[in-house]
């Protein structure tokens, strides 16, 4: 009582900034003395914490040198205001039920909980970042659970609302999480910088995990953050909030196969083994995205008389996949539209119109020509997509969607853009591809080279190495772009990206689609009626099908390619037929193979045409080692060097006369090793691999590696071969090449068990 009789209204706050002033201290000052901060002190002075732990308490008293009775008043003071420990009360923040059938999240279980372990005493705060549909909410809450049920705290959720057209604001969302930490009306600040203050005060003292749900950016959220002390914060959200400072960052990736089938057991219950069948192709389907996997579940779970692999069957029709996926009121298309209307109408546009890039990702430059922007505004529209989680970055500069996004993007293009704008914009990606595929693949044709100096494209092209680093990265996109020109008849623009990538083929002899393009080439070349573009390509058609191992199918396409070319009187592209045809016939039948290289070798002499009779030389050569008549291959190899090693008049011819100058002594070492000769044979290796880097052969430059190795192995010198197969298969690696790989790994394992 005081001297009027009334009870004191003396609070924590009060006395503590009395017992300061008294102490003449500074905030700044206590802090040191306590090891409280500054901050954290002048919060509980203007009441934004009502009964501080008592650690908090002992560190203040100790840091103002109080004796045992103002001790215990501070003390008693801190524990008036001390609410007991609450999670929830009346309903304020309480988290969802929780999910009885969550399965296929170990592994970001795990890192969320070494995230948590390894911030210390400092507050973390995680941001769980993904596309609508990936699973944030059901991870956060999951994680949340879990996390504060081993550190024995509190769970607070809110959901933020985000993506509703009036989302939560920062004042109205403090006030939830304070009333959920007991906080009454009237003790609560008016404004988001008090309220703020008070529940990261609040926080630190009674720590507790914090699920942000559907943030919609960074200006809403940074209020909710807590501050010091080791409590968490998970915040969930469509944009990646890259503004937020110091936080750890867990993007939540689609399930993989495995995760994705058990999450689909799990809601389906034990299932017979002929009602689970399927359960791989629906999972597949989905994309590994967990909504769509819990809706599929969901619809197999109540229809008993459905099997998996009758819904997978359903699903498989990629044009009413989307519409397919629902179970009442659950739909994946409104998960992908509340973020697509979120977005500017110039983001909206090219999101819709990406749905027609062929391959699975693709870079900036490709993406520009598809609204007619700069690469600079097209970039800046990429990352609205991205940060807004409907494209995923794959590397450094390239993009692509999840498949059902693809999907919806595709429905969006439909809906609002007529046929006509729609073709329109493909035409302008198909020719645009075509002139940058066929400009980086005459890098490597002997009649051509570099690009032209007015090259005025956003494509470096400025080497061959640029060029063939484009040429593999768009892969899928400029064949795609080759398949639809193909559908679409445009045949011209066919046939001269097959032609301008032929030369290129032999140098990513690994890809496994030549074989389509020359195909759909041949079968352009025949609509236009052009024989000799036929048979070219019809022949480059044998080519790649020899190089499948499919020696039979070669060998009946190059004869085929022979019988056009003679009707159109070219005795270039039927001589091509005749080497064609040989080569597909070296190692089962030399003994056909070699008058066709024969007869190759004739016409192109005739022809005079100094490239391919280098090539039909070789050809010859090789037909005579398998048939066992190695003096006369070496009499042909030599001919064939010597008509090489002539100084050329142009860099292309010189190229290729050094080309031949590779393989002939590649060759010729071949067959002096058929001659028991390993010496000669070694000088001819090693002569074919001394200047080999510039031409950038690397397939055929490691496959030479691997026979010298072989020689070097029966000299007697295990060393130098084991050391230059090494070489060979990191060669082999860097260009795909599995199954060789896998015949050197053979090779070594013998050699290291003596055979």
């Known amino acids: 009582m005081d001297a009027s009789g009334q009870a004191s209204q003396t609070t924590f706050a009060a006395e503590l900034r009395r017992l300061r002033q008294r102490a003449r201290l500074t905030l700044e000052a206590l802090a040191d003395a306590s090891g409280v901060s500054a901050r954290t002190i002048g919060g509980l002075e203007r009441g934004h914490s ?31 205001g001390r609410p007991r420990p609450v999670t929830a009360p009346a ?51 999951e994680a949340g659970r879990r996390l504060a049920d081993d550190k024995g705290f509190a769970l607070f959720y809110l959901d933020l609302r985000g993506l509703d057209d009036e989302p939560l604001d920062p004042v109205t969302a403090l006030f939830r999480l304070l009333k959920a930490l007991g906080v009454g009306n009237r003790d609560m600040p008016d404004d988001v910088d008090g309220r703020s203050g008070q529940f990261r005060a609040l926080l630190e003292e009674r720590p507790a995990v ?57 809601i389906i219950g034990g299932a017979d083994g002929n009602r689970s069948e399927g359960l791989a192709e629906l999972a597949a389907l989905c994309g590994g995205l967990p909504l769509a996997l819990r809706i599929i579940g969901n619809r197999l779970a109540t229809r008993p008389g459905w099997t998996a692999r009758q819904l997978a069957d359903r699903l498989a029709d990629s044009e009413r996949r989307l519409e397919r996926i629902h179970a009442g009121d659950l739909q994946i298309t409104a998960a992908f539209g509340m973020s697509y209307d979120h977005l500017s109408p110039a983001a909206q546009r090219l999101c819709r119109r990406l749905a027609l890039v062929p391959g699975p990702d693709f870079a900036p430059p490709l993406a520009s020509v598809l609204i007619g922007a700069s690469v600079e505004e097209t970039e800046e529209l990429l990352d609205e997509l991205h940060e807004l989680g409907l494209l995923s970055q794959v590397g450094d500069i390239r993009y692509g969607f999840h498949d059902l996004i693809r999907l919806f993007a595709g429905d969006r293009l439909a809906a609002e853009e007529d046929e006509a704008q729609r073709e329109a914009s493909t035409k302008a990606m198909v020719e645009w591809l075509v002139e940058v595929t066929v400009t980086a693949g005459r890098w490597f044709e002997p009649d051509y080279g570099a690009a032209p100096q007015d090259w005025g494209l956003p494509v470096d092209l400025s080497t061959s190495e640029a060029a063939t680093a ?24 066919v046939v001269d990206t097959a032609e301008a990538l032929h030369w290129f083929s032999d140098h990513w002899l690994a890809w496994a689609h030549w074989f389509e393009l020359f195909s759909l080439a041949a079968s352009a070349a025949e609509r236009m009626g052009d024989a000799v573009a036929q048979a070219t390509q019809l022949n480059y058609v044998s080519w790649a099908l020899a190089a499948r191992g499919e020696n039979k199918q070669a060998h009946e396409t190059a004869l085929r390619a022979v019988r056009i070319a003679e009707q159109a009187g070219d005795i270039q592209q039927k001589a091509w037929g005749f080497n064609y045809a040989a080569a597909a016939l070296l190692y089962s039948d030399p003994a056909a193979a070699l008058p066709h290289a024969q007869d190759a070798e004739r016409l192109f002499a ?37 008509m090489a090693r002539v100084p050329q008049t142009t860099a292309a011819r010189q190229l290729v006369a050094d080309i031949a100058l590779f393989s002939g002594a590649r060759h010729l070492a071949w067959s002096y090793t058929a001659v028991g000769d390993d010496a000669l044979a070694e000088d001819f290796y090693r002569n074919a691999l001394a200047d080999v880097d510039r031409l950038d052969l690397p397939f055929q430059q490691a496959g030479t590696e691997v026979r010298l190795a072989g020689v070097l192995h029966r000299r007697g010198r295990p060393d130098e071969a084991t050391s230059m197969l090494h070489t060979a298969r990191a060669r082999f690696l860097a260009v795909d090449a599995a199954a060789q790989v896998a015949e050197i790994d053979e090779q070594l394992e013998q050699w290291r068990d003596g055979q």
């Open 470 to 493: 484009w040429l593999q990265a768009e892969a899928d996109n400029w064949l795609g772009a080759v398949r639809i020109a193909a559908a679409h008849g445009w045949d011209r623009q």
């Open 50 to 80: 009502l009964g501080p732990q008592r650690r908090t308490v002992m560190a203040l008293a100790d840091g103002l040198n109080l004796d045992e009775a103002d001790r215990e008043a501070l003390e008693r003071l801190a524990e008036v």
């Open 606 to 642: 005739q022809a005079g045409d100094f490239v391919a009779h280098l090539q039909a030389l070789q050809t010859v050569a090789f037909a005579l080692t398998q048939l066992e008549r190695p003096h006369e291959a070496i009499e042909k190899l030599h001919e064939a060097l010597e």
């Open 210 to 266: 914090v699920v942000l749900d559907n943030a919609r950016d960074e200006e809403q959220v940074r209020p909710l953050l807590p501050g010091a002390g080791p409590g968490l914060a998970l915040v969930a959200s469509r944009r990646l909030l890259t503004g937020l400072e110091g936080v750890a960052r867990l993007p939540v990736p689609v399930l993989d196969s495995g995760s994705a089938v058990g999450l689909l057991r799990s």
């Open 91 to 141: 309903g304020w923040c309480a988290p969802p039920r929780p999910v009885a059938d969550f399965a296929g999240r170990e592994d970001e279980l795990v890192r969320l909980a070494a995230l948590a372990a390894g911030q210390g005493h400092a507050a973390s705060v995680v941001v769980l970042s993904g596309p609508g549909g990936i699973g944030k909410t059901t991870l956060a809450v």
